[in-house]
């Protein structure tokens, strides 16, 4: 085969890699793009600020991602997932002492059945099982609350690191694209410097044997 049709085939071949990953670099682009402005309006919409660094409490200032955000308005997927462990999942834990909203539904049961006997049974102790259950009910809803918010948070969160991810695989088709063109047209300027005659891996020719 001729060196110069080599060269060519080559160097086509890597034109046409190049554009396929460009535009897979585009697509994901556009991805990342859609997640990031998604996440931000849907986060900007919930009106969600983090505490000034003055009014943080010493449980609150341990976290230093709450220290770094302090006072500003929510709008990222990291301040999502900041705002859901660091302050969320720290004043749940204070509200029931770490047991969920399910956990809760066990002595909040047991407590509805005895505040139902105690009413049969006219019981001395009625207003302290009501004001029990009352707490216990109160204390089930903010936790329901919370953990709603706290998930709602960390889906947004996930969601923002798809288009993190898609930016780097971008990036890395950009790149791909960048080096696969520098080759091709590297094979190119080659090709066309390539005496047309030149051949590539020829056979050599076998030596006549000299006569004596």
């Not at 919409?45 to 220290?67: G, M, V």
């Not at 993190?164 to 090709?191: D, F, N, V």
């Amino acid at each position: 085969m001729k060196r110069r049709t080599l060269d060519l085939l080559f160097s086509i071949g890597g034109i046409g890699l190049a554009v396929l990953l460009l535009v897979v670099g585009i697509v994901l682009t556009t991805n990342a793009n859609f997640a990031n402005n998604y996440v931000h309006d849907q986060l900007a919409a919930q009106h969600i600020s983090f505490k000034p660094a003055n009014a943080l409490t010493d449980e609150e200032k341990k976290s230093e991602c709450l220290r770094e955000y302090a006072g500003q308005q929510l709008t990222t997927g990291k301040q999502a997932e900041c705002y859901a462990n660091e302050f969320i999942g720290l004043h749940l834990k204070a509200i029931s002492g770490g047991k969920t909203y399910a956990d809760l539904g066990g002595p909040e049961s047991a407590l509805k059945q005895q505040v139902a006997q105690a009413e049969q049974a006219k019981a001395a102790n009625l207003p302290d099982l009501q004001k029990q259950l009352a707490q216990v009910s109160a204390q089930r809803d903010t936790v329901f609350k919370g953990e709603s918010l706290r998930g709602m948070l960390l889906t947004s969160y996930g969601f923002s690191e798809f288009g993190r991810k898609a930016e780097q695989g971008a990036l890395a088709m950009y790149l791909g694209a960048a080096l696969l063109l520098l080759l091709s047209l590297a094979g190119l300027w080659h090709a066309f410097r390539t005496p047309a005659s030149e051949t590539f891996a020829a056979p050599e020719k076998a030596k006549e044997p000299v006569n004596s």
